[in-house]
């Protein structure tokens, strides 16, 4: 049987992962393209090639490459002679998304404290907002050290 998608490497399991992004709260169609673009190749993929790939329409993936492309997960790559713009990965997206977090984690913390503090006749809330708040300060804290720990490790010999 031969499904869409087939003559690419790791169709399945891009669709599956993609799946779990979407049950997870992101939208399908930015999922599917991003794990698409996981196992691209190395030149990446034109719009057009995405939407074969995936079987969907191009404005399908017009909307989900301008969407990943805004939040840094994915780069434009140009080439000399090709008025088309091919599409990957961005070098380090995972680790460059959570690291930017950090201040959006700081600031709903101190919402969070806010909150606390207008709720000063319901003890249950607080203590729920407080925990919030230092769940997430403690995010932005350890979301950058937790990448520079990774790069670390990435950049370390291989034990043979």
Avoid: K
């Avoid at 087939?6 to 799946?19: L, V």
């Avoid at 329409?57 to 713009?85: E, F």
């Amino acid at each position: 049987m031969n499904r869409v998608g087939d003559e690419h490497p790791g169709t399945d399991a891009a669709e599956q992962a993609a799946s779990l992004l979407t049950a997870a709260g992101m939208a399908r169609m930015p999922s599917r393209v991003m794990m698409a673009l996981v196992g691209s190749p190395d030149d990446g993929y034109t719009a057009a090639e995405l939407a074969e790939r995936l079987g969907v329409s191009a404005a399908a993936v017009s909307g989900a490459v301008r969407y990943l492309h805004s939040i840094h997960m994915i780069r434009r790559i140009s080439r000399p002679g090709d008025r088309r713009d091919r599409y990957d990965l961005a070098d380090d997206a995972w680790s460059d998304v959570a690291t930017a977090n950090a201040p959006l984690y700081t600031r709903l913390a101190d919402f969070m404290d806010l909150i606390a503090d207008d709720n000063g006749e319901a003890p249950a809330s607080v203590a729920r907002a407080r925990a919030t708040a230092d769940f997430l300060r403690f995010l932005a804290t350890r979301m950058p050290e937790l990448v520079e720990e990774w790069r670390a490790h990435r950049e370390e010999p291989a034990a043979g």
